[in-house]
């Protein structure tokens, strides 16, 4: 199992600009989950997703949108990038609602 | 509302010394919480449910309801525990939503 694989790692924006933080699991995980951390803060959920079809928004979702139209996928839109989305961008998923969430490795995001 | 608070942004112990990482939380209901651990570049990963009361890497946490604490602690840390240390919180019913605390960084000193 590859566990939740998140790309890019890296990605550098200019203000304006979109671009889809991609997110996939293999582990037939119902529920995944977007977050940003930023220093201070912890982790912000921005968007979630109880099952393919089914998503809703989290604390910070202004900004961002989401799809899930198969169990493994979960992309992140950024529809038009400004340097408060300056971030670390975590992708994670569950199996059930107690278990706990696995996570992916991360995209560092800058926004010029 | 639900809140995670970790009042420690920095805990600096030596080796060997006892470890205390504090949460408290605030939440109308019967609660779900978790320990997360981050290693410097590294991606989160799960280090204790408060439901299957383990112990992970010799840490311990207890969930107590009167205080609404869910301290994580370790008698004996060792250098490679340094990390960042997230406490968070299940919302119930509901998407399986965590809340997050902002973190406190462990450094173990030999």
């Known amino acids: 199992n590859a566990g939740v694989t998140q790309t890019p790692k890296f990605q550098v924006l200019k203000t304006g600009q979109s671009m889809t933080l991609q997110c996939a699991q293999d582990?037939?995980?119902?529920?995944m989950s977007w977050y940003r951390q930023d220093p201070g803060m912890g982790l912000r959920l921005i968007h979630y997703?109880?099952?393919?079809?089914?998503?809703d928004q989290g604390e910070v979702p202004n900004g961002y949108n989401v799809s899930r139209s198969t169990t493994e996928d979960f992309p992140l839109r950024l529809l038009s990038a400004a340097p408060s989305q300056t971030s670390v961008y975590f992708c994670?998923?569950?199996?059930?609602?107690?278990?706990?969430?696995?996570f992916g490795s991360g995209t560092r995001l800058t926004v010029v | 509302a639900q809140r995670v608070t970790q009042p420690e942004k920095l805990l600096s112990v030596f080796k060997g010394a006892p470890v205390e990482l504090k949460c408290n939380y605030s939440y109308s209901g019967s609660p779900e919480l978790f320990w997360y651990v981050q290693y410097s570049r590294q991606r989160l990963q799960l280090l204790l449910r408060h439901i299957s009361r383990e112990s992970i890497k010799g840490f311990t946490a207890d969930l107590n309801k009167g205080e609404t604490s869910f301290h994580l602690k370790k008698p004996f840390a060792q250098e490679e525990d340094s990390a960042m240390y997230y406490c968070?919180?299940?919302?119930?019913?509901?998407?399986?939503?965590?809340?997050f605390g902002t973190g406190t960084q462990l450094k173990v000193e030999l």
């Open positions: 968070a919180l299940n919302h119930r019913g509901g998407g399986n939503k965590l809340t």
């Open positions: 994670a998923s569950s199996p059930t609602a107690n278990y706990g969430y696995t």
């Open positions: 997703s109880v099952g393919a079809g089914i998503t």
């Open positions: 582990m037939n995980h119902e529920y």
